[in-house]
């Protein structure tokens, strides 16, 4: 743990670390903020603290786990270089993103409370379309400098991520598939950046 954070934030890590374990474990149902003030070393009043409920704490690491798809997907545009090179820099970091175990579980453990909870799953889809950052954002710069075809830019990176995904997520989320092992991944992401440009480039 990073010794320059201050003992409060490294508590809440801790926390956040511990949740992540005990959601994948035992649910969110079966999770209890005992037993995961236990695996964090803190006191349940320490835990309370920081999230005064398990509702709280799940939806904290649901924005962790939003967070992390936003970094991974933002790119800054550069008009100087190629639209291939640029996206296929976004394409390996989002496979590297997908490949993570600690994303991985999250992402299984948030589908399964989402099933559970529908208003979960909308503020989480709320939450994302606040970020202010990620690959849309480099869609219509694309789009500004006259590179890229005029197209609403968050559905255009929901079809360039979808086509990612298709192979390198969906089949291990839902299938227990193998994830694409790293020659695989390249192909992957130049067959995406291929098609997203056949159908948008200028």
Avoid at 67 to 75: E, M, P, T, Y
Wanted: aromatic residues 8%; hydrophobic residues 45%.
């Amino acid at each position: 743990m990073d010794k320059s954070l201050t003992l409060t934030a490294q508590k809440r890590l801790a926390i956040l670390a511990a949740a992540q374990e005990e959601f994948k474990e035992k649910g969110f149902l079966g999770a209890s903020m005992d037993s995961l003030a236990k695996r964090a070393e803190v006191s349940k009043r320490t835990v309370y603290n920081h999230f005064p409920s398990k509702d709280i704490l799940f939806h904290n690491i649901v924005k962790e786990l939003c967070d992390s798809f936003s970094q991974a997907v933002n790119i800054e545009y550069h008009p100087n270089k190629t639209l291939e090179q640029q996206l296929l820099t976004a394409a390996m970091s989002e496979l590297q993103l997908l490949g993570s175990e600690c994303f991985f579980d999250l992402n299984r453990i948030t589908l399964a409370e989402f099933i559970r909870s529908p208003e979960l799953a909308s503020s989480t889809i709320d939450h994302l379309g606040q970020q202010t950052d990620g690959l849309h954002v480099w869609i219509q710069h694309a789009i500004n400098d006259g590179r890229l075809k005029s197209v609403d830019p968050e559905y255009a990176t929901q079809q360039f991520l979808g086509l990612i995904k298709a192979t390198a997520f969906w089949p291990q989320l839902l299938m227990n598939q193998e994830f694409p092992s790293v020659e695989q991944q390249q192909i992957i992401a130049e067959d995406a950046v291929l098609m997203f440009l056949a159908r948008y480039k200028i």
